[in-house]
T-cell receptor, first 112, second 115 residues
Framework: GDSVTQMEGPVTLSEEAFLTINCTYT??????LFWYVQYPGEGLQLLLK?????DKGSNKGFEATYRKETTSFHLEKGSVQVSDSAVYFC???????????FGAGTRLFVKA | GAGVSQSPRYKVAKRGQDVALRCDPISGHVSLFWYQQALGQGPEFLTYFQNEAQLDKSGLPSDRFFAERPEGSVSTLKIQRTQQEDSAVYLC?????????????FGPGTRLTVL
């Protein structure tokens, strides 16, 4: 079945370090791909998305590129801040579909 | 309100009790989704409403789980005869348009602990 696999955490970085959180997917077809973020005590928020191959989603300095050939959607940020500390979820959904399929989440800690 | 709200935020139940979890979506949002998030895991889809119609309930784990949205706005997720494996955070999300075509806005969740 369709699924999302992302790197296990926690990931601990110093402020201004480069971030990569790996995400790969298995899907029958071509879904839209998403990154959600969950800050402490808050609900899930959409961070960025890409709807087709080679699309790049970006927001708040974060980027991810939809790679069909490697079935990947890795999240990157060039310089993390303490305020980026959160749990990040990779997810997929088919256009018009009811279900969003989430990965297990990766917790990020950024130290000052 | 400004966002999706859920109540209660925390619920402790003894095994065998019935519980009811409430979701207030963003006003005017057609679509409403329920998810279950176990500790350390990502959310898993439970059910989907388009207005008052429950179009997909394939994710409900057993017949002890029941959801309704009788007037197409507020929704209630009811769990009968709770079991320890029901302990999780229950998330509600709403979106403006139909199905999954639009951004989903999530509530803060209800953390259910079954003793």
């Amino acid at each position: 079945g369709d699924s999302v696999t992302q790197m296990e955490g926690p990931v601990t970085l110093s402020e201004e370090a480069f971030l990569t959180i790996n995400c790969t997917y298995t899907a029958t077809g071509y879904p839209s791909l998403f990154w959600y973020v969950q800050y402490p005590g808050e609900g899930l928020q959409l961070l960025l998305k890409a709807t087709k191959a080679d699309d790049k989603g970006s927001n708040k300095g974060f980027e991810a590129t939809y790679r069909k050939e490697t079935t990947s959607f890795h999240l990157e940020k060039g310089s993390v801040q303490v305020s980026d500390s959160a749990v990040y979820f990779c997810a997929l959904r088919f256009t018009g579909g009811f279900k969003t399929i989430f990965g297990a989440g990766t917790r990020l800690f950024v130290k000052a | 309100g400004a966002g999706v709200s859920q109540s209660p935020r925390y619920k402790v139940a003894k095994r065998g009790q019935d519980v009811a979890l409430r979701c207030d979506p963003i006003s005017g949002h057609v679509s409403l989704f329920w998810y279950q998030q176990a500790l350390g895991q990502g959310p898993e889809f439970l059910t989907y409403f388009q207005n008052e119609a429950q179009l997909d309930k394939s994710g409900l784990p057993s017949d002890r789980f029941f959801a309704e949205r009788p007037e197409g706005s507020v929704s209630t997720l009811k769990i009968q005869r709770t079991q320890q494996e029901d302990s999780a955070v229950y998330l509600c999300a709403s979106s403006m348009g139909l199905a999954g075509n639009n951004e989903q806005f999530f509530g803060p969740g209800t953390r259910l602990t079954v003793l």
